[in-house]
């Protein structure tokens, strides 16, 4: 991705977080923000909403840290697993699942015993991940569900953690939803600006002449029975007269 690309993809998730954590705590955060633009407290309303805003703009940042850090960590797995990945990153998913009922009830729930009130965290990532795991996949036209669901529960689940601590609801509200629409906006366009950036070094190439072709060429391969494809690139002329 280029350096253009890579900050427009950073700066709409940025807003992203910024608008939806403001949104939440509008409605959810009246005593910390909403009051006091009922009361006409100006000053209070904008110095509570500037504190918001830097609030959503650090979830927004954690989001693309743990996004590019699933990249790391899905090539890797991919690399030493292989075939067996996908199994992996299931039984992760479910142990990550319970975990987020778990971590909650742990800090607030043993003393009256009642885990069912924790169970819409994990509930609602699920939800949401399934929703988006699908979409990617007719998105991709490939089978990336199981991927795609391990970003957005697993990662979203780690990015969680020390939010879960927090007794004040308010706060727990405004870093689940702005984290779900934050890394359900990577997930979903990364493929577009990788497809601008390599656009746009395409056209750069052919400017300066530089351009190699792709070819796909056909190898039968005799031991197996099967033919594989092998890209190699073919230089593309010049239209540019030699002086």
Same mark, same amino acid.
């Given at each position: ?5 890579? @900050? ?24 910390? #923000?909403?009051? =006091?633009?009922?009361?006409? $407290? ?12 830097? /609030?959503?703009?650090l979830i927004a940042s954690i989001s693309q840290l743990a996004f590019f850090a699933y990249l ?29 009922? =778990?971590?909650? =009830? ?15 965290? +994990? ?5 949401? @991940?399934?929703?988006?795991?699908? =979409? ?10 199981? +991927? ?15 939010? #879960? ?32 950036? /390599? $656009?746009? %070094?395409?056209? %750069? ?19 197996? &029975? ?5 890209? &190699? ?6 239209? %540019?007269?030699?002086?």
């Amino acid at each position: 991705m280029t350096l253009k690309n890579l @900050g427009k993809f950073y700066g709409i998730t940025l807003l992203i977080g910024l608008v939806c954590t403001v949104l939440v705590s509008l409605v959810f955060g009246y005593d910390k #923000l909403t009051v =006091y633009l009922v009361k006409g $407290e100006m000053g209070e309303f904008l110095a509570a909403l500037v504190w918001f805003m830097g /609030y959503g703009l650090l979830i927004a940042s954690i989001s693309q840290l743990a996004f590019f850090a699933y990249l790391f960590i899905h090539q890797m797995g991919q690399g030493i697993f292989k075939n067996g990945w996908n199994a992996i990153q299931v039984v992760i998913i479910l142990f990550a699942i319970i975990d987020l009922v =778990y971590f909650r =009830y742990l800090r607030f729930g043993k003393q009256d015993g009642d885990i069912l009130k924790f169970i819409w965290i +994990p509930l609602l990532i699920v939800i949401f @991940g399934v929703a988006v795991a699908i =979409y990617k996949n007719k998105l991709t036209g490939k089978n990336v569900f199981i +991927p795609a669901m391990f970003f957005m529960v697993v990662m979203t689940t780690v990015e969680l953690i020390p939010f #879960l601590k927090v007794k004040d609801m308010m706060w727990l509200y405004c870093t689940i939803f702005s984290l779900l629409l934050c890394n359900a906006f990577q997930l979903l366009s990364l493929p577009k600006y990788n497809r601008l950036s /390599y $656009e746009e %070094r395409k056209a %750069r190439k052919i400017a300066r002449g530089t351009w190699e072709e792709p070819v796909i060429e056909t190898v039968q391969n005799t031991k197996q &029975s099967k033919s594989t494809q092998v890209v &190699s690139h073919k230089k593309k002329k010049s239209n %540019r007269k030699k002086r």
